[in-house]
């Protein structure tokens, strides 16, 4: 069995910082949650994920057998998987177009810190197959914290950022509540893309670091892979798996934040009270709830929790819960094969909302796709890769793009729909084209 240790750092430290100096490197990242959950840092992996069928090289990758500290972190070393959206043509029988970007790209770590926001204490994890490897591996990690931090970036950031126009766009929202008129799909998500370039000078960990700053999100991410990154600012779970528990918090339904307290409060009443958005949410939380069951004990799948109300820097949410027992046997390979890509960005019924989304947008890549941790004993978090910007290394510095969606039924206004996708930019719009 793999060995584990853990070591404890003389202080705190912030996530943010402790990455800036290891940024550029491939396959450096950081999964974090801020002051309200565990945060993990990582660089320099010890194996990727091979060839073949990637759900069968993802299983391989993850192992088994290895040694969990009850007393440590949830996640104390293992796989980090980025899931592009594309994944779902190895799942279901669709034509789906490609980026640049893997279906699946999943790395193995033996060597994270881990940072406990609410404890305000950082650990670090080595794995092993000796004690004295994985003792080594602590002590490898522990040292990353001696590095010196470099700062962020002050000035504007992207040298120009524009949205795809908006007319185009609503004319897409008007062809799917007309598809929907015809009973083709209850509901699918359309998104809008923004495209730009960053200053010469800028990085896209300095958007990392800004988003970090102003717009803090619990399911933020910053991985750097050869030429490429990715920046994101993401509020929602996809899925977790804690003793066989499994849960999902699909976030349908939207409002923008407001300047003063009664304005900021009558628009989340507004969204509370409002039945296209609830019934907007409810049609996922039957989506994920049929997905989930499809590896879950029978009779284990339910919704403890409908709609409720979550603020976050830029945006209210209705944010449900969806909870099962996965069967005996089954890991999370076997989870996300059935319910990938996430039900809040596709739409119902998903493979045929997913048709209609390949009519009408460019392939994704890792938007709408999920970034993960899955741990040898079981244990795996996700998030939804929406508030997410993808950037590309050329010629001429840093291309970006980020694209931001609504989820359209019968009900939707095309000029709604468009606002709510500007709503949901405005945190990354800021960050890119302020100064700080």
């Not at 949205?163 to 699918?188: K, L, W």
């Not at 994920?288 to 409720?308: F, I, K, Q, Y």
Request: aromatic content about 6%; overall charge negative; some cysteine.
């Amino acid at each position: 069995m793999t060995r584990v240790a853990i070591l404890a750092a003389p202080g705190w430290r912030d996530p943010v910082e402790a990455l800036s100096p290891f940024a550029d490197e491939p396959h450096a990242l950081l999964l974090h949650s801020g002051e309200d959950g565990w945060s993990y840092l990582m660089r320099r992996p010890a194996a990727l994920l091979g060839a073949g069928d990637p759900f069968d090289a993802l299983t391989a990758l993850i192992g088994s057998g290895v040694a969990h500290d009850p007393a440590g972190p949830p996640f104390q070393g293992g796989v980090v998987g980025l899931a592009s959206y594309e994944l779902g043509a190895r799942i279901e029988p669709l034509d789906l177009g490609r980026t640049g970007w893997p279906d699946l790209h999943a790395a193995s770590y033996g060597a994270i810190l881990a940072f406990d926001g609410p404890g305000r204490r950082v650990l670090a994890v080595g794995r092993g197959d000796t004690q004295a490897e994985a003792d080594a591996q602590a002590t490898h990690a522990l040292s990353w914290l001696d590095a010196q931090p470099r700062p962020a970036a002050a000035g504007r950031l992207a040298a120009r950022f524009e949205a795809d126009p908006g007319g185009p766009y609503e004319a897409a929202v008007a062809e799917v509540t007309a598809r929907i008129a015809a009973g083709e799909i209850f509901q699918a998500n359309i998104a809008r893309a923004w495209r730009g370039a960053l200053e010469a000078e800028a990085t896209p960990f300095d958007l990392f670091a800004r988003l970090a700053t102003t717009s803090r999100a619990p399911f933020s991410a910053y991985l750097r892979l050869p030429g490429k990154a990715l920046v994101s600012n993401s509020p929602e779970r996809y899925l977790s798996v804690t003793g066989g528990e499994v849960v999902s918090q699909p976030i349908k339904g939207t409002r923008p934040r407001a300047a003063t307290v009664a304005q900021d409060a009558a628009l989340a009443a507004q969204l509370l009270a409002s039945p296209k958005d609830r019934a907007e949410n409810l049609m996922i939380v039957d989506l994920m709830r049929n997905d989930l069951s499809r590896v879950c004990v029978p009779g284990s799948v339910t919704a403890p929790e409908l709609c409720a109300l979550k603020s976050f820097a830029n945006v209210h949410h209705l944010v449900s819960t969806v909870r099962g027992r996965l069967n005996p046997g089954a890991g999370a390979t076997d989870l996300l094969r059935a319910a990938f890509p996430p039900g809040s960005i596709t739409g119902a019924p998903k493979v045929q909302a997913m048709k209609v989304i390949a009519g009408l947008e460019p392939p994704r890549g890792p938007y709408c796709g999920s970034l993960f941790w899955a741990g040898a004993d079981g244990s795996f978090d996700s998030s939804v890769l929406i508030r997410t910007v993808l950037l590309e290394q050329g010629e001429g510095g840093w291309a970006l793009e980020a694209r931001a969606g609504a989820g359209i039924v019968a009900d939707s206004e095309p000029a709604s729909e468009r606002r709510e996708t500007e709503d949901k930019m405005a945190a990354i719009a800021s960050a890119l084209t302020e100064a700080s």
